[in-house]
């Protein structure tokens, strides 16, 4: 069965830092992804997408995401986190008319 | 409006009774969307509408849960004999295509059942 597997619930990283945020996935050869944030009190809002490519997609905010075709995974990165990227994030796949969202990933950001 | 609306922001009820939840999509966008997000969860795909197809309902947890779209647009979610576990936000997206396009996502209705 199709799935989209967020394997980390928290994540907590220090402002200026790095991040990376793990999405992988069960569909076949040919998913589009999604990366979308919600921040406290807002809606959910894509930060970048994938449909065919290059398998580096850049975002807003500074975010890009790599396709790993072979490792079925399409992580979220970004070089140096600022407080105000504390959010929810989701990745989600699908394939036709299939799409899945993930449980989401809660990034802290410390000062 | 320029976004998706939802109405109400929030809503109380007491078990057993009834309730509707209104979404706005942006116009001219052919796709609309119904989520549950409860808490700590991710979003759990409820029912989706595309143009004048048949509704895929595939996601909807009980037929206590329905959902109309009318003239293609604003969308009605109808939650009958509400329960406890119904207590979520409940959120509406829409989209200029179908599946695989952007979504655009309102700001939820957080519905409790006492």
Redesign the interface.
């Known amino acids: 069965a199709q799935s989209v597997t967020?394997p980390d619930i928290h994540i907590t990283v220090s402002e200026g830092a790095s991040l990376e945020l793990r999405c992988n996935y069960s569909y076949g050869a040919t998913p589009?992804l999604?990366w979308?944030v919600q921040s406290p009190g807002?809606?959910?809002?894509?930060l970048l997408?994938y449909?065919s490519g290059d398998t580096l997609v850049q975002g807003i905010k500074g975010f890009e995401a790599e396709f790993k075709r072979s490792q079925s995974s399409f992580n979220l990165r970004k070089p140096s986190v600022h407080w105000s990227d504390a959010a929810e994030y989701?990745c989600a796949v699908?394939e036709?008319?299939?799409?899945?969202?993930?449980?989401?990933t809660r990034l802290t950001v410390k000062p | 409006g320029a976004g998706v609306s939802q109405s109400p922001s929030n809503k109380v009820t007491e078990k057993g009774k009834d309730v509707e939840l209104r979404c706005d999509p942006i116009s001219g966008h052919t796709a609309l969307y119904w989520y549950r997000q409860s808490l700590g969860q991710g979003l759990e795909f409820l029912i989706y509408f595309q143009g004048n197809s048949a509704p895929d309902k595939s996601g909807l947890p009980s037929d206590r849960f329905s959902a109309e779209r009318t003239g293609g647009s604003v969308s009605t979610l109808t939650i009958q004999r509400t329960q406890q576990e119904d207590s979520a936000v409940y959120l509406c997206a829409s989209s200029f295509l179908g599946l695989g396009d952007e979504q655009f996502f309102g700001p939820g209705t957080r519905l409790t059942v006492l």
Do not use: E, I, T
């Open positions: 967020q589009y999604f979308y807002q809606g959910l809002q894509l997408k449909f989701f699908g036709g008319n299939d799409m899945r969202f993930g449980a989401g």
